[in-house]
T-cell receptor, first 112, second 115 residues
């Protein structure tokens, strides 16, 4: 069974700290991996998409990496802010490419 | 553009009732999707559509039906609601399918409780 898992389930950090969110997947035949942000009561917003031929993508204070050989992706957030508080989900388009497989999410709280 | 819109935002159903969750997008996207998200879990695909008149099952289709008569609309029908269908339902759309660069755009969700 193809799976995507995220650890930790919740993370609380002080403002200004750099942090890393982890995502692992079971199938090395990955087409792409996306990171989404979900605010309470809202839908998902795409943050970064890494194609299988890429190793990382950057947008502002966010940097996402992809290591197919180890089945891992990380989302690095620099100089965290209270406005970064949200749930972050990763989703992988795995071998077969018929649907996105989502992780359970990491709930991030950045304390002022 | 309004993007992806969903109605209603909240709904409480009794066991055995039926209802339709509405989804519309104004981005002229070909692909549309329905997901459900249970507490503490990732999203699971219920049904998807690659264009008007074409739909297909996802990972958890039982108890649901869909139709796609226009490019803009993709309603999800619940027949004989059961407590196991208590969840948050998200509609999404994308221009292309599941290509290496395709991103899905999500609606705000419908929170459904079946009692």
């Amino acid at each position: 069974k193809q799976e995507v898992t995220q650890i930790p389930a919740a993370l609380s950090v002080p403002e200004g700290e750099n942090l890393v969110l982890n995502c692992s997947f079971t199938d090395s035949a990955i087409y792409n991996l996306q990171w989404f942000r979900q605010d309470p009561g809202k839908g998902l917003t795409s943050l970064l998409l890494i194609q299988s031929s890429q190793r990382e993508q950057t947008s502002g204070r966010l940097n996402a990496s992809l290591d197919k050989s180890s089945g891992r992706s990380t989302l690095y957030i620099a100089a965290s802010q209270p406005g970064d508080s949200a749930t972050y989900l990763c989703a992988a388009l795995l071998g077969g490419g018929s649907r996105l497989t989502f992780g359970e999410g990491t709930q991030l709280t950045v304390n002022p | 553009n309004a993007g992806v819109t969903q109605t209603p935002k909240f709904r409480i159903l009794k066991i055995g009732q039926s209802m339709t969750l509405q989804c519309a997008q104004d981005m002229n996207h070909n692909y549309m999707y329905w997901y459900r998200q249970d507490p503490g879990m990732g999203l699971k695909l219920i049904y998807y559509s690659v264009g008007a008149g074409i739909t297909d099952k996802g990972e958890v289709p039982n108890g649901y039906n869909v139709s796609r008569s226009t490019t803009e609309d993709f309603p999800l029908r619940l027949e004989l609601a059961a407590p196991s269908q208590t969840s948050v339902y998200f509609c999404a759309s994308s221009y292309g399918g599941l290509g290496p660069t395709d991103t899905q755009y999500f609606g705000p969700g419908t929170r459904l409780t079946v009692l």
